[in-house]
């Protein structure tokens, strides 16, 4: 998924990985709800299920076992006439709600055949329509969107059941111990810049790290780069001004930092 860069497949070749990939985890959501620790066998149920729209089975792991289900996500997923569906590339208001029903619809007609054999043979319930959806009838179903509603309000269309309920953050800082080398290396100048961009995927990563470091060197910057997933980092030559980094705390990390670029 995160090589399609999306939820989507980016091309015919993908379309049997993807359908494969997203089989897989619809699957494996019943074992997840209801089979014990494969570590400590000790039995397990859930009583409730908190899930994202791309795991595409959670509101029919929910009937099945009659839990209720909260979504929570960092993408807007519920129809808005605010802006378009982030898979989308809409770009005329008047479309920015439907666009939502069309990214629905295309993700559904490359899974419904997956969702209802699931139903079916792992869950033991009546195959739904074709007309459901992917995410099957969940108007009732809480939504919690994790963004800073700073940056996005919550829309004025949307219901008292969705809210924008601001970033969620790991309090990591406490019980890290940086490595040698990024201490050392911060001791050795100004604070520096850093730059990483998580999960989000980079089509040329060395040619993205080139244009980094030659940024840092023209404004005479030192700069932390995260390779993430996107797999920057790659330089032809160490430079005394850059530190590759694999992955830290941002909570320890960015108190160390003059600036963050990030997504």
Excluded at 26 to 37: E, G, V
Excluded at 54 to 83: C, D, N, Q, R
Excluded at 213 to 221: C, G, I
Aim: hydrophobic residues 40%; glycine residues 6%.
């Amino acid at each position: 998924m995160v090589k399609n860069k999306g939820f989507l497949p980016s091309g015919p070749s993908e379309i049997t990985i993807q359908r494969n990939q997203i089989k897989e985890i619809i699957f494996s959501l019943l074992p997840a709800c209801r089979d014990p620790d494969p570590d400590s066998t000790i039995a397990f149920k859930a009583d409730a299920i908190i899930a994202n729209p791309p795991a595409y089975g959670h509101v029919h792991v929910a009937e099945a076992l009659k839990v209720p289900l909260h979504i929570f996500f960092t993408m807007p997923w519920t129809p808005t006439s605010e802006f378009p569906h982030p898979l989308s590339r809409v770009k005329q208001p008047a479309g920015y709600r439907l666009s939502y029903q069309i990214v629905d619809s295309l993700i559904w007609l490359g899974i419904r055949d997956i969702i209802n054999d699931f139903r079916k043979k792992n869950l033991k319930l009546r195959p739904i329509t074709y007309l459901s959806g992917s995410q099957g009838s969940d108007s009732d179903v809480p939504h919690g969107y994790i963004w800073s509603p700073n940056l996005v309000p919550k829309p004025k269309d949307w219901g008292p059941k969705v809210d924008v309920v601001g970033f969620c953050f790991l309090d990591l800082a406490s019980n890290y111990e940086p490595p040698e080398t990024l201490v050392n290396w911060l001791k050795e100048g100004p604070k520096p810049i850093y730059i990483g961009f998580g999960s989000l995927p980079v089509q040329e990563p060395e040619k993205m790290t080139q244009i980094i470091v030659e940024a840092l060197e023209k404004t005479k910057q030192r700069g932390i780069i995260n390779k993430g997933w996107g797999g920057l980092g790659n330089l032809a030559e160490p430079k005394d001004f850059v530190y590759l980094l694999d992955n830290c705390p941002h909570d320890w990390l960015f108190l160390q930092c003059k600036a963050v670029v990030s997504t």
